[in-house]
């Protein structure tokens, strides 16, 4: 396991600054995404993928995931939304192609929400059924990942571990967003198997993101899960600034080292 940092943690940053942080942080690798001002230019990576994998190549740091909007939000062209596969299988093509050229081993997308007129069952298998088509995408099985998460219609860990079960996708996982919604670190753990890509950031019942010192993830527990399922990919530390679920009141330099070290401690111990 390997540690990152997601760009879009630090907004008023462009993604050089964030890749210099990162080596100042001896954190290797970064997480990139459509967001603030490190944002990857949407337009650019769908009609000129290798043109915008050549950007990150002088950064100095490896980049472990790349998070992809297939719309312009949570709503629009979501996996759950009947319609969009199509449009979304053509542009998932340009991403993975992006994804090779520059080097990024994951790919995360949402699982989609709820729609009008949509049940949260009806929801989840119209998402497992475009994923079904999205996996099928030369190269998507390798990269591509889902991640659950609040405001979705996969907030709890069975619907998630049976779209896993009826599709094979593999997952971003993110403790926090089971956690805040009452969900005990115990009932998150046998989603780890199927992890390719891993957020960390501290929670707690009500809390997305909890102060280190104030949430209730055991951090050297979660990584001892994920060592023991074999997971070796990246932890990316996601301590974020936004005005989403009460995220914007929070020092996230601060943050980020602690979660750091949390593991810097752990892994020399292991």
Request: charged share 20%.
């Amino acid at each position: 396991m390997r540690l990152s940092v997601t760009s879009w943690s630090f907004p008023g940053l462009t993604l050089e600054e964030v890749a210099g942080l990162a080596k100042v942080l001896g954190i290797p690798s970064i997480d990139v995404g459509l967001f603030y001002r490190s944002a990857l230019d949407k337009a650019e990576v769908l009609a000129d993928p290798t043109g915008a994998a050549e950007r990150l190549r002088g950064l100095g740091v490896g980049v472990a995931n790349y998070y992809h909007l297939f719309g312009d939000g949570l709503a629009d062209r979501n996996l759950a939304l009947p319609g969009a596969v199509e449009a979304n299988a053509r542009d998932l093509e340009k991403v993975l192609a992006f994804a090779e050229a520059a080097g990024i081993g994951t790919v995360f997308v949402l699982p989609g929400i709820v729609n009008p007129g949509q049940s949260r069952e009806e929801a989840g298998r119209a998402s497992a059924e475009s994923l079904r088509v999205l996996l099928d995408v030369p190269g998507a099985r390798e990269r591509v990942c889902v991640e659950p998460h609040v405001h979705s219609w996969a907030e709890s860990p069975e619907p998630v571990r049976r779209l896993v079960e009826a599709t094979g996708v593999r997952l971003a996982l993110d403790y926090a967003h089971f956690v805040c919604l009452g969900f005990r670190q115990e009932e998150v753990d046998p989603l780890a198997p199927h992890a390719a890509h891993v957020h960390l950031r501290q929670a707690r019942p009500g809390v997305l993101q909890a102060k280190f010192g104030q949430g209730v993830i055991n951090f050297p527990a979660l990584f001892g899960t994920l060592r023991d399922v074999g997971y070796a990919g990246a932890l990316a530390l996601e301590a974020v600034h936004q005005d989403y679920m009460g995220t914007l009141f929070d020092d996230v330099l601060t943050e980020t080292v602690a979660l750091r070290d949390a593991f810097n401690d752990w892994n020399r111990g292991a």
